[in-house]
C-alpha cells in the first residue's frame, strides 16, 4: 500500500478515536467535526490512490461523488453519510447557537466508522 495511502488511513483511525472520546465527554460539536475529518480523510485516501487531489473540500467530495457514487463502486448510501457529515459539521463550526444532541453526534460518529471501514477494505 502506498505510503500516503496508509497515512490516511491511519489518521481517519486517529480521528475516529477522538471523535469517540469527544462523544464520551459530551462535546458533542467536537465529536461531529472529527467525525466529519476521518470520512473526509478516508475519502482522500482513495484519491491518494487515484493520484489526485484538491484545494478545496466540495473538491475532493464532487470526485468522490462522480467516480465512486455514480459508478456504483460504493454504495450511494455512502454519499449521503457523507454529505450529512459535511453539511452538520459546517453548522457545527460557523452557525451561532447550533445546537448538537448526544443523539446526533452519536450518529455521526456511527456512520463514520462504517464508512471509515468500508473505505480501508476497498483500499486492501
Given at each position: 500500500?502506498?505510503?500516503?495511502?496508509?497515512?490516511?488511513?491511519?489518521?481517519?483511525?486517529?480521528?475516529?478515536?477522538?471523535?469517540?472520546?469527544?462523544?464520551?465527554?459530551?462535546?458533542?460539536?467536537?465529536?461531529?467535526?472529527?467525525?466529519?475529518?476521518?470520512?473526509?480523510?478516508?475519502?482522500?485516501?482513495?484519491?491518494?490512490k487515484d493520484k489526485v487531489d484538491f484545494s478545496k473540500h466540495a473538491g475532493v467530495i464532487a470526485y468522490f461523488?462522480?467516480?465512486?457514487?455514480?459508478?456504483?463502486?460504493?454504495?450511494?448510501?455512502?454519499?449521503?453519510?457523507?454529505?450529512?457529515?459535511?453539511?452538520?459539521?459546517?453548522?457545527?463550526?460557523?452557525?451561532?447557537?447550533?445546537?448538537?444532541?448526544?443523539?446526533?453526534?452519536?450518529?455521526?460518529?456511527?456512520?463514520?466508522?462504517?464508512?471509515?471501514?468500508?473505505?480501508?477494505?476497498?483500499?486492501?
Open positions: 500500500m502506498d505510503d500516503l495511502i496508509k497515512y490516511r488511513l491511519e489518521s481517519a483511525k486517529e480521528r475516529l478515536d477522538s471523535a469517540k472520546v469527544l462523544l464520551a465527554t459530551g462535546h458533542y460539536k467536537d465529536s461531529i467535526g472529527r467525525s466529519y475529518y476521518a470520512i473526509f480523510t478516508a475519502v482522500r485516501a482513495i484519491l491518494a461523488q462522480k467516480e465512486y457514487i455514480k459508478t456504483a463502486v460504493f454504495e450511494t448510501k455512502y454519499s449521503k453519510i457523507l454529505q450529512r457529515a459535511f453539511q452538520i459539521r459546517n453548522s457545527c463550526d460557523y452557525d451561532d447557537f447550533y445546537i448538537v444532541s448526544a443523539d446526533a453526534a452519536k450518529e455521526q460518529y456511527e456512520n463514520a466508522v462504517a464508512m471509515v471501514k468500508r473505505i480501508q477494505e476497498f483500499l486492501k
